[in-house]
């Protein structure tokens, strides 16, 4: 349940701020609330324990988010700018592994992770409405993201299932932070459900990169998010 609640706070926090804001605007507008999973083009991560270097696999991340789309121009063509918020969870162990010794032993570490971030951006859109009722779109700019990762150790009162000798368990706590800049392009397919209201699919390219060494490790942000979304104009 907490990997749910506090994404959600957070998110509800950001849109507290942002709403007051978007209500100055005097322009059109639409607004998207948006949760899916980003994938990875490469899901490496890397850690550094005792003077070695240890690779892990971080598994899809999920999204909740929200979109507000200005409208500068509408018809069949149509242009404005956007802006939003994401926020991303991960908790879970992972496995990280390295080679040890002359004969190179597989030697691995198991790690208890929580890993949650938010990110901001805005960008410029273009969109075309070959129908009344569809709406094709495509967006780019530059992003914002926070990071923060904990590493724990095993409770006292949940101890680790027995794990092959090769295997170890950490009993250390670690947490990091990172702020990361970066870009993003979306495109964006919509189907109007009634008036005002628009169920779609997007698919969103991102890329930066956090630096998480202390306890998830370092890894790219780079891969495809893919999203559900609700859009209502207003």
Not at 29 to 34: F, G, K, P, W
Not at 61 to 83: C, D, N, R, T
Not at 158 to 180: A, E, F, K, R
Request: hydrophobic fraction near 35%.
């Amino acid at each position: 349940m907490k990997r749910i609640v506090l994404p959600g706070l957070v998110l509800g926090c950001g849109l507290g701020l942002a709403l007051p804001t978007m209500a100055q605007v005097k322009e059109p507008m639409y607004m998207q609330v948006l949760l899916g999973e980003l994938q990875l083009t490469d899901s490496t991560v890397s850690v550094t324990r005792d003077g070695t270097e240890y690779d892990g696999e971080l598994d899809d991340i999920p999204y909740l988010g929200g979109v507000a789309q200005v409208i500068l121009h509408e018809g069949v063509f149509g242009y404005g700018w956007e802006g939003g918020g994401f926020v991303s969870w991960i908790n879970e162990d992972v496995d990280y592994y390295a080679r040890s010794g002359p004969s190179g032993t597989l030697v691995a570490i198991n790690v208890d992770n929580t890993f949650w971030s938010i990110e901001t951006f805005m960008g410029l859109y273009v969109d075309f409405r070959p129908f009344d009722r569809l709406r094709l779109y495509a967006s780019a700019g530059p992003l914002l993201i926070y990071g923060r990762a904990e590493e724990e150790g095993p409770d006292e009162n949940d101890q680790p299932t027995p794990t092959p000798s090769s295997v170890v368990v950490t009993n250390d706590s670690h947490h990091d932070t990172d702020w990361s800049p970066g870009g993003y392009v979306r495109a964006g397919l919509d189907i109007r459900l009634t008036e005002h209201t628009w169920a779609g699919i997007n698919v969103r390219h991102m890329k930066t990169d956090m630096d998480l060494e202390e306890s998830i490790g370092h890894f790219d942000i780079d891969g495809n998010l893919y999203l559900l979304s609700i859009t209502n104009r207003y």
